[in-house]
C-alpha cells in the first residue's frame, strides 16, 4: 500500500497575521488577478446598462432551487416588487444544471435581467458579450476588495458579490466522540485512521462523504494540491506527475476500504450529514443552513465543527477552495432596474443580515461584517479560521474552457475509482485531455 509519508511535500501558501475580517474577505483575493488572464476575447459587452430606473426585470437563480434559501430569496422579492412597483419574473435551475441552461439561453437570446452565477462561471458568461458594467452601482458600496474582486475580468466589473467564502471540510463532532476520535486529524495518516474508527460504529455510516459522482469530482482538486500537486505550469497541465498519481492512489484506497462511498454528490452528502451518518463532508458555510434545514436532529447545527484539510505531513497549509456566488445583469429590457436590485440586495445591511441568518454566508461589505451577528458566530469564526484563511482558487478557472477541463479530471477520477483504469493511467489520461483542449 501506498504511503503518502514519502511523496514530496506541498509548497503550501501560509497567510501570517489575518484577522477574522481579513479571512472573511480573503477567499477572493486571487480571484481578480487570476480572472484578468482567463479570457482574452470576449464577444462585447461590458457598457453601462441600458434602459430607465423601475422597469420591470428576469431575475434568473439557482438559490430558487435550494431550500434554504429559497423562501427567504421569494419573501425577498415580493417585498422588493411590492415596494419598488414593479414586476420581477424568475428562473431556476438545479444548481448542476445551471450554467449549462444560462449559456443556452443567452446564445438563444432568450435571458435578460439579473442572473446569479457561481464564481467560476464569469469567464463563460463575459465571452457572451450581453453582461452590461456595473462599476457604477459598487462604486458608492463599502464592498470589501476581495469580494468585489471576484467580479472583475478584463478590468470590467461585470458581477457585484453576493457571497464570498470557501468550500472546506465540516466535522460532525457527537460522530467522532462516539468512534473514540478524541482529537481533530491533522495529517493524512490520522484523518484515515478516524474515519476507520468511524466505520468501526457500523450501521450504514459513510465515514467521509467525499465526492465520487463526476457532477461534484472536481472536489478532488483539494487532495490534489493536498499532495502537492500543481495542475498547471506555464499553461501545461501536469496531471500525471508522482504528486497527482499518489492522491489519486490515496483515494482509491479509501474508496476500496469503504472510507468513502460511491454516488456521493454535493446534495448527497449534506443528506448524509443531516441524518447524522457521515463525519466528514465537504462544503460552503451556506451548507450549515441546509444541513440544519433538512436535519431531524435539532442541535445538529452545534456538532458541526470546521475543520482544517489534513496535511500530508505537519507544517503543510491545508488546503480549501474559493467559493461564492455573483449577480451579473443581462443588457436588455429591465437591465438598469435590475442592477439596482443587484446593488440593493447585495449590500443592504438589513437584508445582508437576513440572507446570513437564513444560509450561514457572511456579508460581502465591510459594514456587514462589522454586525456583531457575524463577528460573534460560532461556526462562522470557526469556518473563517479553519478553512477561508487559507483558500485559493482553482488553477483551471483561468482558462475559458475550465468546465470542460474540470470534466476531463472528474471522469478521469471515477475510471481509477471503479477500476477502470489504475490511477497512474487515469491521471495522465487526464494530463492529456485538459492539454489537448487548451
Known sequence: MHSPLHLPRPAGRPVAGVSRRQAMGLSGLGLGALALSACGGSDGGGEAPSGESGEDFHFTSFALSEDPPSSWLEETIAGYQEDNSLTITTTTDAYNDALNQILLRARGGEISGVVQLNLEWLAPMVATGQLVDL?????????TEAALATGQLEDTQYGLPWTTAAIGLIANSELLEKAGVAETPVTLDEFADALRAVKELGGDMVPYAASTEVAQLKDF???????????????????GDDPSVAAMEWYKEMYDEGLIAAGTDRNSARNLFSQGR???YDDAPIGASIVVANSPDSEIRSKMVPTSRPVLAEGDTPRALAWGNLLVVMDGPGAVSGAEFTQWI?????????????TSSPPVTDTGLADGAIQDDPFLAAFTEKITATASTSPLWAYPEYAQLE????????????GEQTPAEAMAGAGEAINSLL
Open 135 to 143: 462599476a457604477e452601482y459598487a462604486s458608492d458600496v463599502d464592498y
Open 221 to 239: 482538486i483539494f487532495w490534489l494540491e493536498t499532495f502537492g500537486a500543481t495542475l498547471m505550469e506555464d499553461g501545461t497541465c501536469t496531471l
Open 278 to 280: 457521515t463525519a466528514f
Open 346 to 358: 447585495t449590500s443592504d445591511p438589513e437584508i445582508a443580515l437576513e440572507y446570513f441568518e437564513v
Open 407 to 418: 470534466t476531463e479530471l472528474a471522469e478521469a477520477v471515477q475510471k481509477a475509482l471503479l
